[in-house]
Structure formats: C-alpha cells, structure tokens
C-alpha cells in the first residue's frame, strides 16, 4: 500500500462573531482540491478566506514602536466608520525581538473529540507577502480551542507588507489525519471550555506545565 487509508475523523470548527464583525463576513472553510497523485491529502486540506480585502504595511516606527496601516478594497466596500472598526478588530501587532509581527485574526476555531488530531497552519499556495514571513504552526485542536490566526514577521527592517482578497485563501490548514470537516454552532459546554483556554498563550510562556490541569475541566465529549 502506497497511500494511506485511514478513517476519517470528524471536526467541527465555528467563527466567533460579535458587533462588530458580523456573520456576512465569514465565508465557509473549503477543501483544496489537489492533483489525482495527491488522493492521499484528499480531506486533509482545508483553505479559509479573509473577511475583507485590503493590503497591510506594517513595522517598527521610529519610537521603536509596532504599528500598521492599512488600504481597504472600497470598491466592493463601503467607506465608514464601521469597516475601519472591523479591521482594526482584525488586526494586530506586537513587537518581537525588534521585529514587527502581524496578525491578521480570522476567529476560526476547531472542535474534535480525537486527541491525536494534530492541524498545521500554513501559508496559501500564492504568496502574498513581501519582506516578511508567514509564520507556521502546528497544535492539537482536543485541548485548546482556539482562534487560529494568519501571522507574518518582518525578515528586516524594511516595512513587510500583505495582501488579502475574500476570494482567495489567506490559509491552509493540514490535518495529520483524513476529516469530516463541518461547521457546527458552539454549544454550552464548547462555548464554556473555549473561555476556559481564551487567551492562555498571552499570559503564559511554558503552556506544557499547565495544559493538564486545563484538561481536567474539558468534558470527554464535544460532538454529537
């Protein structure tokens, strides 16, 4: 056997909206269709598309200080006051070893019940950056729901800039395993342990020390 046939895991993923970023501006997370030599990626590879489209300069100002600013896409976007919100609710910055580093939040949160399902995030096929990189990472979904997010960090002094479009991927996620991939809405419990994990990794270095008295308060179940 030269590809694998494992059985399918099921996952459900689900956007947190607010006043502020509205339902409309969320598209579904869809499967990047490969090449038949790939059928052993198929259910493997998801893509997930930005909220709006606009192009991002970012990094260190002269008081050491991260910033960006941004051009949104105003032809298919109206110019108010609540599309500046919306974006500055998508984006931030901070500062890592003198280097700006850029998050382009996308509220995407993963659900599944198998504690061996492992996701990588990596950057879309067409490159849309410059004088920066996409940052990848890798996690197990089972105990931290999370917002998984696009981030780039400046390779120099020079301004790193992006550009995203709605209809485009602005990421991919891998799985380790084949997927049932569905949207679902969050329910009591899920929406109770995703508060548990908000925000861990903002307040804290080494997650491995305090991730098992987390799990502790997950229920065994998530999905139906």
Same mark, same amino acid.
């Given at each position: 056997?030269?590809?694998?046939?494992?059985?399918?895991?099921?996952?459900?993923?689900?956007?947190?909206?607010?006043?502020?970023?509205?339902?409309?501006?969320?598209?579904?997370?869809?499967?990047?269709?490969? #090449?038949?030599?790939?059928?052993?990626?198929?259910?493997?590879?998801?893509?997930?598309?930005?909220?709006?489209?606009?192009?991002?300069?970012?990094?260190?100002?002269?008081?050491?200080?991260?910033?960006?600013?941004?051009?949104?896409?105003?032809?298919?976007?109206?110019?108010?006051?609540?599309?500046?919100?919306?974006?500055?609710?998508?984006?931030?910055?901070?500062?890592?070893?003198?280097? #700006?580093?850029?998050?382009?939040?996308?509220?995407?949160?993963?659900?599944?019940?198998?504690?061996?399902?492992?996701?990588?995030?990596?950057?879309?096929?067409?490159?849309?950056?410059?004088? #920066?990189?996409?940052?990848?990472?890798?996690?197990?979904?089972?105990?931290?729901?999370?917002?998984?997010?696009?981030?780039?960090?400046?390779?120099?002094?020079?301004?790193?800039?992006?550009?995203?479009?709605?209809?485009?991927?602005?990421?991919?996620?891998?799985?380790?395993?084949?997927?049932?991939?569905?949207?679902?809405?969050?329910?009591?419990?899920?929406?109770?342990?995703?508060?548990?994990?908000?925000?861990?990794?903002?307040?804290?270095?080494?997650?491995?020390?305090?991730?098992?008295?987390?799990?502790?308060?997950?229920?065994?179940?998530?999905?139906?």
């Amino acid at each position: 056997m030269i590809f694998n046939s494992l059985k399918k895991i099921k996952v459900g993923y689900f956007h947190k909206y607010s006043t502020v970023l509205p339902r409309f501006l969320f598209q579904d997370i869809s499967a990047v269709v490969g #090449c038949p030599s790939a059928a052993s990626l198929k259910n493997r590879i998801y893509g997930v598309k930005p909220l709006i489209s606009m192009e991002v300069k970012f990094g260190i100002d002269e008081n050491g200080e991260p910033y960006y600013t941004y051009i949104f896409d105003s032809k298919n976007f109206h110019k108010v006051e609540n599309i500046h919100n919306a974006i500055d609710e998508i984006l931030t910055v901070q500062k890592v070893k003198n280097k #700006c580093v850029l998050q382009v939040l996308q509220f995407v949160h993963l659900v599944t019940d198998d504690k061996n399902l492992e996701v990588v995030l990596v950057e879309p096929v067409n490159k849309n950056y410059k004088n #920066c990189e996409f940052v990848t990472a890798a996690f197990l979904p089972y105990g931290w729901i999370r917002s998984i997010n696009a981030s780039y960090i400046q390779t120099s002094n020079r301004e790193g800039s992006i550009s995203v479009n709605v209809n485009k991927n602005i990421y991919r996620l891998i799985f380790n395993r084949p997927v049932v991939l569905e949207k679902i809405e969050p329910n009591e419990k899920i929406i109770r342990y995703e508060s548990t994990v908000f925000n861990v990794a903002g307040f804290l270095k080494n997650l491995n020390n305090i991730y098992p008295r987390i799990l502790k308060t997950r229920p065994k179940k998530f999905l139906k």
